[in-house]
Structure formats: C-alpha cells, structure tokens
C-alpha cells in the first residue's frame, strides 16, 4: 500500500511539473496592446500625431505606415523618455499583424520568463530586457521577437523593418 501512495504523489508531482511548464497565453493582453499603440489618448504613444488609425488595420501593408512612424520618432530626442511604451505598443502591433496573418502557424504570445523555460540556453544568453518581455511563441520550439525588431528599428533606421521582418516571417 505504500508504494501505491508513493507512485500517486509521484505521479501528481510529475503533473504538476508538466502543468507549471505550460507557458501562460498572454495573447489578449498583447492585442488589447497593440490596440494601444494609435488608440490610447489618456496615455498616448509618442508620437501617436504621426499615426493614421484608418492605415493600422493589420494587415502586413499597415507595417509600411509602422516604419513611417518609427522612422520619424526615431530622430526625435523626446523619444528616449518613453522608449519602453514605445517598444512594447508597437511591437505588440507588429506582432499581432504577424500573428493574425500566418496561414500556416499559429502564434501565442509568451512573456520572457515562460519562453526561458522553453529554452533556457538560449533565453539566458539574451538576457531580459524590453525586446524580450514579451515574443511570439509557435507552440514547438520557434520564437520571434517583434518587440526586439521595433527596438531594432528605433536604433539603426529602415534597414530594421518592420514590414520587411513580417514578410520574411509570414514567407516560411
């Protein structure tokens, strides 16, 4: 009989070990997000003047008007002081036009620690930092980081973006 109530404990601590290994689906809170990125007005997005609503309808074409934006703002001193708001809206845009659009696989979005869990090497060696909070997981092993590309672009300019990076994606 003992070993009967020791294989149950086993079996529950194994379960509750594959249960806790199942990555939260943060994907309603990156698309409420992303709607943030041209529709906040209490908080708004830097720069959010130079933001047509009518051109952000997801589809991989409104990434055009997203390199537009970030190519203007990404001059602006100003910019600095909201990085991180900057980032995560627009990234949790680029992601969710991505997401939205891939045929052949389907995308959740994860923070940085349940991806790190997935792959720790890899997630180690990056570190956690805002292009990371948050990425796009395909349920296997592949992840991409559309908060990291905006990041990207805000740094180096058009040879980051983002339109491109989604094409790319959405081509495999």
């Known amino acids: ?4 109530g020791l294989i149950v404990v086993c079996l529950l601590a194994l379960s ?6 199942v990555p939260k689906d943060q994907t309603a809170a990156l698309s409420d997000l ?9 908080s708004p997005t830097f ?9 952000l309808d997801y589809s991989v074409d409104s990434l055009k ?15 600095e002081k909201t990085w991180n708001r900057v980032v995560l809206r627009a990234g949790a845009y680029v ?12 995308w959740q979005w994860i923070d940085f620690d349940a991806a790190k869990s997935i792959n720790p090497k890899f997630f180690s060696q990056v570190g956690k930092s805002i292009a990371v909070a948050m990425v796009l997981h395909d349920g296997k092993d592949g992840f991409t980081f559309p908060l990291a ?12 973006s983002v ?10």
């Open 65 to 79: 008007h997203v390199d537009e934006y970030l190519e203007k703002i990404r001059k602006d001193k100003e910019v």
């Open 34 to 42: 992303s709607r943030m990125f041209y529709e906040d007005r209490t």
């Open 47 to 55: 720069g959010h003047q130079l933001l047509d609503a009518r051109k």
């Open 149 to 160: 590309k905006v990041e990207k672009y805000l740094e180096n300019g058009s040879e980051d």
């Open 16 to 21: 509750a070990a594959a249960y806790s290994q």
């Open 163 to 172: 339109y491109s990076f989604a094409r790319v994606i959405l081509a495999k």
């Open 95 to 106: 992601g969710e036009v991505i997401r939205r659009n891939d045929k052949k696989t389907k």
């Open 1 to 4: 009989m003992k070993s009967h």
